[in-house]
């Protein structure tokens, strides 16, 4: 049983339990919120026991950061110290989104190593080995697409991202709207391709009954691939967009229905002032399921600084509502992020998660923020060290440094001090 | 004259005229900016190598970078590197806020290296002096506060940094908010600290005509500093911060009546929730006066990586109004930012900037992120590099990321399947 069917029948999971106790909330909000699919559990029914995340509303907003090798780049061993990594940030679930070597064999290791929820983007795989087996992207076959995903969710996978929301009326819109950057979604871009290659309608949306069998099976969380996201904010909520965002909702409607959970992947390149309206359309037409977005990043210019960018946008879009922030790293538009490329991707991504998380008013939050102001008014060093997002690099930053009062400005008498005993916290 | 008695008299000066072609708009524009206070050009009649650049509603969103001699291992040439650096990464302006050392020379120094607008914060160097012949700061006396004034602006510094909303009122409304930290600004608790050892009101409020007269002679813009700037969260828009803006208000009425151009400086810590209530407020106060803030960062624990954090705080509060971002390195809270900090700082406020622009409309802004997109789509790297934010190390990481010789990136390596959609859309080529 998945776990919106065992909300729905009132039953109160591990996982749930599990999400309650970090998250400090009553066990019933978070069965109601699964129940209702305003709350997603990934989990795997063949995953080992993790540290399982809750992602949607009144939670903690969670950040994804993204690994794997490509075809230039195949390097298992620096992934792996990728994983370590990223998860030692304090990520809540990552990606493999390997196209390079063995696929299946990087999975696998992924998910055994992994204490965190991961994901996968079962179309990478396919359009690979089609390209081995049948010569080319386009000579995929829609067995060879749900093979691949079959596969991945009998492995373990606790979700996938696949780009049902993708078909004839929307690639139309595409045409007729005349975009900057056409469709930037790897994925996305694949099965265009294989749709107007073969003049055939996207199998996984089409087949989404098909699709909702194998994810109901092993309760692996469906995250609606955005097959459409604007790749620049000159094309952010244009007609393609909006009309994917529309196929979206419905295909959320029937994967709730079945009892899949189900999230829906956004954007991208947005201008500040179109986050808010991006948000709320999601939360409108796909009946408030989790939004897992990518950044967004606030401006198109600033190649080796996306990790900034996409902060902007993330703690804007999660003030507003989105529920899960994808990382940017400062390779982004560049190619394939180092392992400190990962690391600044991921720690960006987590102050605007929890930028977000204080303005939706989030108690444990502003918790820590308060210990933090306590521990500078005191001049604990450790213990500002230990509320640091990075502590590690907050303590190798600190070196030698020493808060006792000896500022040579202006002697011992000092004013600010003087100002200090004033306040009661000389 | 000032800029501004000239815009009031409908004059258009050189520097009014500069602003406008640099902002690509009328020059009458920049004039009635200017004659409202709502634009400001800081430009002393003394620094003859500063171009001029607008401050303000309806311009591009400007950036400041702060150098200074703090530390024993600081000098002069530490900071004239980092001034290079902030100058390369495309600063519009920089403050040199010293506070020991030779700061006369310090100071006149960076006004020769910098072709930007250069401010100070006077007090700093009234305390080091002050310390320097008593030994202690507490026995200022308010004639040398008033000598260091006129002598940075008659060296020709462009705007001066002054607690002059900082009064004994707020001091003590400041005691009753019970804040979390209640002493931020550097230059703020030491000005509280002299006024409750004296028993006096804050000079530069109690004698703010004088500071007018001297920004007036050398056309020193004035940017009121905020002594009750919040140090975290948790402090943000409290009654002592929100007394001192109605302070500042007053102080900037009294400041364009004295034909002194002025502007406001803001904070510091806040929640993103709480930005745009801050801006609206300093902008219904203070009558429309640009609004330089500092950040602002939107979390207290990002310690490390403050830029990133200030970046957000930044764009969010440019796009709802302010005008001047102070940016924020990654050594805040920490210690001092070295010359590839102050770089990354100037970059984040920048990139902050022009997100904030972009957003809200201002014309021409979004070209930039067009003309780059179509790059991108091109695969034209050249191009893309040099319309990046910083095509140093735009070119750098593409170099060290991917093999650079292959038209897309490593990021997709041979699949970059933007080439097969683009076929069927029957455009040339497409990519991320």
Not at chain 1, 95 to 103: N, Q, V
Request: proline residues 3%.
């Amino acid at each position: 049983m998945t776990q919106v069917l065992a909300a729905r029948a009132g039953r109160v999971t591990p996982e749930m339990e599990m999400v309650a106790a970090q998250e400090n909330l009553d066990v019933q909000a978070v069965r109601e919120g699964v129940a209702a699919g305003r709350i997603v559990i990934p989990r795997n029914i063949k995953r080992k026991d993790f540290q399982y995340c809750g992602i949607g509303e009144g939670l903690r907003i969670k950040v994804n950061a993204l690994i794997g090798t490509s075809s230039d780049i195949e390097d298992v061993a620096m992934e792996e110290r990728k994983l370590a990594f990223v998860e030692a940030a304090e990520c809540d679930a990552l990606m493999d989104l390997s196209t390079g070597g063995d696929i299946d064999g990087m999975r696998r290791l992924v998910l055994d190593k992994a204490n965190i929820a991961v994901g996968s983007v079962p179309i990478y795989q396919a359009a690979i080995e089609a390209i081995d087996r049948r010569g080319s992207i386009v000579g995929m076959t829609a067995e060879d697409m749900f093979e691949a995903i079959e596969k991945q969710a009998a492995d373990g996978v606790d979700f996938m991202a696949i780009h049902s929301a993708l078909n004839f009326d929307v690639i139309r819109r595409l045409q007729n709207m005349g975009r900057v950057t056409d469709v930037v979604s790897r994925g996305g871009a694949f099965l265009t391709g294989w749709m107007l290659h073969n003049k055939k309608e996207n199998p996984l949306y089409e087949q989404f009954n098909r699709l909702l069998e194998i994810l109901k099976k092993y309760d692996v969380t469906l995250s609606l691939g955005d097959a459409i996201r604007p790749g620049s904010t000159a094309d952010s909520l244009d007609g393609a967009q909006l009309q994917g965002l529309i196929v979206a909702g419905e295909l959320v409607a029937r994967a709730q229905a079945a009892g899949v959970q189900v999230m829906v992947e956004g954007p991208g390149h947005v201008p500040m002032n179109h986050v808010e309206a991006t948000v709320l359309l999601q939360k409108r037409l796909c009946n408030r399921a989790p939004y897992f977005i990518l950044g967004t990043l606030a401006t198109d210019v600033a190649p080796g600084y996306d990790h900034i960018t996409s902060a902007i946008g993330g703690a804007l879009a999660g003030a507003v509502g989105a529920d899960f922030l994808c990382y940017v790293t400062p390779a982004e538009h560049l190619g394939l992020p180092t392992e400190e490329d990962v690391k600044a991707g991921v720690i960006a991504a987590r102050i605007a998660a929890h930028a977000a998380d204080l303005a939706r008013g989030n108690r444990q939050a502003w918790e820590r923020d308060r210990q933090m102001a306590q521990a500078r008014v005191d001049s604990d060093l450790d213990r500002q060290i230990s509320l640091s997002i990075d502590p590690e690099q907050t303590r190798s930053a600190f070196g030698a440094r020493d808060d006792r009062h000896d500022c040579a400005v202006c002697g011992a008498d000092c004013a600010a001090q003087v100002a200090a005993k004033y306040f009661g916290i000389a | 004259m000032t800029q501004l008695s000239k815009a009031v008299k409908g004059i258009i000066s050189p520097e009014m005229a500069q602003v406008a072609k640099s902002e690509r708009v009328a020059p009458e524009f920049i004039r009635q900016g200017v004659a409202a206070g709502t634009i400001v050009i800081p430009h002393n009649i003394r620094h003859r190598n500063g171009a001029s650049i607008g401050i303000g509603s309806g311009l591009r969103t400007k950036v400041s970078a702060s150098v200074g001699v703090y530390a024993d291992t600081d000098s002069i040439d530490t900071e004239v590197a980092k001034i290079k650096a902030a100058l390369e990464a495309g600063t519009d302006s920089i403050m040199d806020l010293s506070v020991k050392g030779d700061i006369d020379a310090m100071r006149r120094e960076n006004l020769a290296a910098a072709s930007t607008p250069l401010g100070t914060l006077p007090y700093y160097q009234a305390v080091s002096e002050a310390a320097q012949k008593y030994g202690t700061a507490l026995k200022m006396d308010v004639e040398a506060l008033f000598d260091v004034i006129e002598r940075q602006a008659a060296d020709g510094v462009d705007f001066l940094a002054l607690h002059c909303g900082t009064t004994m009122s707020i001091v003590e409304r400041l005691k009753k908010e019970n804040r979390l930290d209640p002493l931020v600004s550097y230059g703020g608790s030491h000005l509280i600290g002299w006024m409750l050892h004296n028993h006096r009101e804050n000079p530069l409020y109690e004698y703010y005509d004088r500071v007018l007269e001297i920004a007036r002679r050398y056309d020193v813009t004035l940017s009121i500093a905020d002594g009750m700037r919040p140090g975290c969260l948790a402090d943000s828009l409290d009654g002592a911060q929100v007394q001192e803006l109605v302070v500042m208000g007053e102080l900037v009425r009294r400041a364009r009546e004295a034909g002194v151009q002025v502007m406001v400086k803001g904070p510091g810590h806040v929640p993103l929730n709480q930005l745009k209530a801050t801006i609206v407020l300093q902008k219904s106060l203070c009558k429309g006066a640009p609004y330089f803030v500092f950040g602002p960062v939107v979390t207290d624990i990002a310690a490390g990586y403050d830029h990133i954090s200030a970046a957000i705080g930044g764009a969010v509060s440019a796009w709802a109004g302010a005008e001047f971002i102070c940016y924020v390195t990654a050594s805040e809270h920490i210690g001092l930012p070295d010359a590839d900090q102050v770089r990354e700082g100037v970059v984040a406020a920048r990139i902050a900037a022009h997100a904030a622009d972009v957003a809200k409309g201002l014309r021409g802004a979004a070209d930039w992120d067009f003309e780059l997109s179509k790059a991108r789509k091109d695969l034209d790297w050249p191009k893309q590099i040099a319309l990046s934010i910083d095509p140093k190390r735009a070119e750098y990481m593409r170099k060290t990321r991917s093999d650079d010789t292959v038209t897309g990136c490593a990021m997709c390596g041979k699949y970059c399947a933007m080439e097969v959609v683009s076929r069927y859309l029957g455009v040339s080529k497409v990519s991320c």
